[in-house]
């Protein structure tokens, strides 16, 4: 009896030549590094160097952030990637109303300046390669960020690395938007124009189906709606005067890596290939470079258990590999205990630790694209590629990404989807190892890594000194200019960049856009 994948296709018990019937392997798979990069973005993909390992961290203060991200180079990692807190994310200070009670426990609290020339105190900003998991505020995070490489003498050209600055996904799955989104889709304009200018080896974008699957997409619908946001994003782009091939080649994408591992590897093949197409044909893209999906992978946080959280290190591991085999650029491995809390130091040194096995004790790099012709992984990958394709001609119906959006679309196709896993999982049709099967009597006692409430206590206390201490005329003056820039059609980022550097915070300076082009409010209409 066949199976079905987590897209709720069939996988039959056995593939043969019958398979790829009428398939070419000129059309569909093509050389590494070449058009349609179905096999991989570069010719010699791992053999060359491993994928990137960057760990995903952040919490509590500056400081305590600033230690982990020391350990972590020091035990191998080869670039950082920043966990923000909620307020932070929402672009509120750590002293305002809302920000109560959630200072510093996802993330670290960056109110200002002085807390990110904390953040990367003693980090060479010229040698290392940072991603910062921002979105709607992703502008001020990546401003601060060049701010704090000036102090150290590093130029904007040295900088390398990646802001999320994926705010459509936001509507769809994860909720932390503060702005409507056409003046978002504003704000992304300029920050791929400031970017050009000023950081051009910056990584603009990382147009995110991660939270999608978080949430409760599909395979299908993880590519298909992050693929759109991609589609959005480039023509609002284009729309704003930009030439494809001056942009496109910093687009970057995030997916998520599950336990299954055959699925996995398809959809990112089937990406790949849909957005390579698109480029080419839909804009016009000339440059190789703009036809390449680049990706970040982080494995499933969604699918780690509380319930016997050491299980958690064979899914990651399985996850990783999933990844791996699907040709990722970058990959973080979550830490066994983050069902449960923040992880401790062990755990995450023995999630980069997986990633370093892999890299250097298994033979997964010897050999570009291990998988190319194998029956099922190709057929699967025509079929996520078709399910992913009708997904995506059903926003285009509807308007694009963000007229599918706001009538919400897609949220409701991902919570039909995550409904029914619920449904299977409570019924034990899908297996969850420790949770529906296979449990334990008693679960053995873990001491979790936890975050001091006073945090926040010591954050306000941080912001008014900064606020006793800085020039207040200066700040208004900053703030002032950059409420017109937003009125009207000039890039925003200049004025923000000399508020940042007037010290105002990161709560007023999106406190003076909301005064402009007001906040958003969801809609469940469709």
């Given at each position: 009896?066949?199976?079905?994948?987590?897209?709720?296709?069939?996988?039959?018990?056995?593939?043969?030549?019958?398979?790829?019937?009428?398939?070419?392997?000129?059309?569909?798979?093509?050389?590494?590094?070449?058009?349609?990069?179905?096999?991989?973005?570069?010719?010699?993909?791992?053999?060359?160097?491993?994928?990137?390992?960057?760990?995903?961290?952040?919490?509590?203060?500056?400081?305590?952030?600033?230690?982990?991200?020391?350990?972590?180079?020091?035990?191998?990692?080869?670039?950082?990637?920043?966990?923000?807190?909620?307020?932070?994310?929402?672009?509120?200070?750590?002293?305002?109303?809302?920000?109560?009670?959630?200072?510093?426990?996802?993330?670290?609290?960056?109110?200002?300046?002085?807390?990110?020339?904390?953040?990367?105190?003693?980090?060479?900003?010229?040698?290392?390669?940072?991603?910062?998991?921002?979105?709607?505020?992703?502008?001020?995070?990546?401003?601060?960020?060049?701010?704090?490489?000036?102090?150290?003498?590093?130029?904007?050209?040295?900088?390398?690395?990646?802001?999320?600055?994926?705010?459509?996904?936001?509507?769809?799955?994860?909720?932390?938007?503060?702005?409507?989104?056409?003046?978002?889709?504003?704000?992304?304009?300029?920050?791929?124009?400031?970017?050009?200018?000023?950081?051009?080896?910056?990584?603009?974008?990382?147009?995110?189906?991660?939270?999608?699957?978080?949430?409760?997409?599909?395979?299908?619908?993880?590519?298909?709606?992050?693929?759109?946001?991609?589609?959005?994003?480039?023509?609002t782009a284009v729309a704003a005067g930009m030439d494809v091939d001056d942009f496109a080649p910093r687009l970057s994408f995030f997916f998520v890596a599950r336990t299954t591992i055959l699925?996995?590897?398809?959809?990112?093949?089937?990406?790949?290939?849909?957005?390579?197409?698109?480029?080419?044909?839909?804009?016009?893209?000339?440059?190789?470079?703009?036809?390449?999906?680049?990706?970040?992978?982080?494995?499933?946080?969604?699918?780690?258990?509380?319930?016997?959280?050491?299980?958690?290190?064979?899914?990651?591991?399985?996850?990783?590999?999933?990844?791996?085999?699907?040709?990722?650029?970058?990959?973080?491995?979550?830490?066994?205990?983050?069902?449960?809390?923040?992880?401790?130091?062990?755990?995450?040194?023995?999630?980069?630790?997986?990633?370093?096995?892999?890299?250097?004790?298994?033979?997964?790099?010897?050999?570009?694209?291990?998988?190319?012709?194998?029956?099922?992984?190709?057929?699967?990958?025509?079929?996520?590629?078709?399910?992913?394709?009708?997904?995506?001609?059903?926003?285009?119906?509807?308007?694009?990404?963000?007229?599918?959006?706001?009538?919400?679309?897609?949220?409701?196709?991902?919570?039909?989807?995550?409904?029914?896993?619920?449904?299977?999982?409570?019924?034990?049709?899908?297996?969850?190892?420790?949770?529906?099967?296979?449990?334990?009597?008693?679960?053995?006692?873990?001491e979790p890594l936890r975050v001091d409430p006073a945090i926040e206590v010591q954050q306000a206390e941080r912001l008014a000194k900064l606020r006793a201490e800085r020039d207040q005329q200066?700040?208004?003056?900053?703030?002032?200019?950059?409420?017109?820039?937003?009125?009207?059609?000039?890039?925003?980022?200049?004025?923000?960049?000399?508020?940042?550097?007037?010290?105002?915070?990161?709560?007023?300076?999106?406190?003076?856009?909301?005064?402009?082009?007001?906040?958003?409010?969801?809609?469940?209409?469709?």
């Amino acid at each position: 009896m066949a199976r079905e994948s987590e897209s709720g296709l069939p996988i039959e018990p056995v593939y043969g030549p019958e398979a790829l019937e009428d398939w070419d392997p000129a059309v569909k798979l093509g050389e590494p590094g070449k058009y349609p990069f179905t096999r991989g973005v570069y010719p010699t993909m791992y053999t060359g160097r491993p994928w990137t390992m960057r760990q995903y961290a952040g919490f509590g203060t500056a400081v305590e952030s600033n230690a982990r991200y020391k350990q972590l180079i020091a035990n191998g990692t080869m670039g950082l990637s920043v966990a923000f807190d909620l307020p932070t994310q929402m672009g509120h200070d750590s002293d305002a109303p809302l920000a109560h009670g959630e200072v510093g426990k996802v993330g670290v609290a960056i109110d200002s300046l002085d807390d990110m020339r904390v953040l990367f105190d003693g980090i060479p900003l010229d040698k290392v390669s940072t991603s910062m998991t921002i979105n709607a505020p992703a502008s001020l995070l990546l401003l601060l960020y060049q701010l704090v490489a000036e102090e150290q003498g590093v130029s904007a050209h040295q900088l390398t690395g990646t802001i999320q600055n994926d705010v459509l996904k936001e509507y769809i799955a994860r909720g932390t938007y503060i702005f409507p989104p056409k003046p978002s889709l504003r704000l992304i304009a300029d920050i791929f124009k400031y970017c050009r200018a000023e950081i051009p080896k910056w990584n603009t974008i990382s147009i995110s189906g991660y939270h999608m699957a978080e949430a409760g997409a599909s395979p299908a619908q993880e590519i298909a709606f992050t693929l759109a946001n991609g589609i959005e994003y480039v023509r609002t782009a284009v729309a704003a005067g930009m030439d494809v091939d001056d942009f496109a080649p910093r687009l970057s994408f995030f997916f998520v890596a599950r336990t299954t591992i055959l699925e996995e590897v398809a959809k990112f093949r089937a990406a790949r290939r849909i957005w390579a197409r698109v480029m080419r044909e839909e804009f016009g893209a000339k440059n190789p470079k703009s036809m390449m999906l680049r990706f970040h992978t982080q494995t499933a946080g969604v699918q780690l258990t509380a319930q016997q959280p050491e299980v958690n290190l064979v899914r990651v591991t399985v996850q990783a590999l999933a990844a791996v085999l699907g040709g990722t650029q970058s990959l973080h491995t979550n830490s066994f205990d983050e069902a449960i809390a923040l992880p401790t130091d062990k755990s995450a040194r023995l999630a980069l630790r997986t990633q370093q096995v892999l890299a250097y004790e298994t033979d997964v790099t010897a050999t570009v694209d291990p998988f190319a012709g194998s029956y099922v992984i190709e057929k699967m990958t025509d079929e996520v590629e078709a399910a992913a394709v009708e997904l995506m001609d059903k926003v285009e119906e509807l308007g694009g990404a963000v007229a599918a959006i706001e009538r919400g679309f897609q949220k409701s196709e991902i919570e039909r989807n995550a409904y029914r896993i619920a449904q299977e999982t409570d019924a034990g049709e899908r297996v969850v190892v420790g949770v529906n099967r296979f449990q334990l009597d008693e679960e053995e006692p873990y001491e979790p890594l936890r975050v001091d409430p006073a945090i926040e206590v010591q954050q306000a206390e941080r912001l008014a000194k900064l606020r006793a201490e800085r020039d207040q005329q200066a700040v208004d003056a900053a703030l002032s200019a950059l409420r017109k820039a937003a009125e009207g059609t000039d890039n925003v980022l200049y004025p923000m960049r000399d508020a940042l550097r007037a010290r105002a915070t990161v709560g007023e300076v999106c406190n003076a856009l909301r005064e402009v082009w007001g906040t958003y409010v969801p809609s469940d209409a469709f």
